[in-house]
């Protein structure tokens, strides 16, 4: 299967401001001089190859949303911002016949639903979208965000058919061809991770979720349900410090336990997700490359492979 990222922020969208910009433009321009770039350079290739991934792109802006492809029909975690810019992709294929998207809802804060009412697909007659998850309110929220004098345009007039599934945590379900388990998470209001297996491949989506352990049996239901996983996306948003000094109890986690659990699980690939709006693109390539350090020297060479989300990015499970 295939894994496209979307929406990779956490709590609101990140901006990108004229500060952004002329600190990339900056440093750019700093390596060009270093490596004497001049007439007759191939332009491409050395932003490709020269230049830093937070220099040349972005870890993104848009709020949750993954898809995960192998199959007709299309399966998502999350409908923040990042579902707009899904939409609008699969609007530059015209002839697409209408679809059903599967959308597997973690919960209810604005940044995991805010995208919905900007998703042309909704809006489409002959498109079906089915919304799964555990939250008894789910379908009211959906609404009340698309009220006035929230929206100028109300949920009931969408032109697709909208569907709420409510299932239950631990329970596993079959949807468009994937074996589908929810678990509960801590987190404020309650959220919820999704294990999706698919011909022998495995795919956890892990995001707004605080571990605080105190021993290795309060440990032991995470790390059953991130077994053996192929991909685990992980909420890493706050810096390990301040997860436990100033953000402890918000909700959410960070690079290290991140790493810690997906090592004892026996993770083959962590991907840092729903990172901190206000940190920057030089912010989190930095945490990335700490993480990575510090995984090859617990594993003696780097057996967990480790990488950071961001929009559009695509992986291949």
């Known amino acids: 299967m295939e894994v496209c990222f979307w929406g990779t922020r956490g709590s609101l969208p990140a901006s990108v401001n004229t500060d952004n910009i002329q600190r990339k433009l900056s440093s750019a321009l700093e ?18 190859e020269e230049l830093p991934f937070w ?11 993954v898809e995960i492809r192998d199959g007709d029909d299309f399966v998502l ?24 998207f599967h959308i597997f809802i973690s919960h209810m804060h604005w940044d995991h639903i805010q995208g919905f009412p900007f998703f042309v697909p909704a809006y489409v007659r002959g498109n079906r979208v089915t919304f799964y998850g555990c939250h008894e309110e789910m379908k009211e929220a959906f609404k009340v965000q698309q009220s006035h004098p929230f929206f100028p345009f109300r949920f009931e007039d969408l032109g697709a058919e909208i569907h709420f599934v409510h299932i239950t945590a631990e329970k596993a379900y079959d949807v468009a061809g994937f074996k589908v388990t929810p678990k509960q998470q801590n987190h404020p209001g309650k959220s919820y991770g999704y294990r999706f297996v698919r011909e022998g491949k495995t795919v956890v ?14 440990t032991a239901p995470v790390v059953e349900f991130f077994d053996e996983a192929d991909l685990l996306i992980f909420d890493a948003q706050y810096t390990f410090v301040d997860a436990c000094t100033i953000k402890e109890d918000w909700g959410h986690s960070n690079n290290l336990i991140g790493m810690e659990l997906a090592q004892k699980a026996g993770v083959k690939h962590l991907c840092l997700y729903h990172h901190e709006p206000a940190s920057s ?11 990575k350090k510090l ?17 559009r990015m695509r992986i291949q499970v």
């Open 31 to 48: 390596v060009a001089v270093e490596k004497g770039l001049g007439s007759g350079i191939d332009i491409e290739a050395f932003i490709t």
């Open 55 to 65: 220099v040349r792109g972005t870890y993104g802006t848009n709020t949750s949303c």
């Open 77 to 100: 975690c999350d409908a923040g911002t990042g579902l707009r810019d899904f939409g609008n992709y699969l609007q530059t294929h015209a002839d697409l016949p209408p679809k059903d």
């Open 205 to 218: 989506y892990s995001t707004d979720c605080e571990h605080k352990f105190q021993s290795d049996e309060d």
């Open 281 to 291: 693109d030089e912010d989190l390539d930095k945490l990335l490359r700490n993480t």
């Open 295 to 311: 995984a090859a020297l617990l594993e003696e060479g780097g057996a967990l492979k480790v990488s950071m989300a961001w929009d």
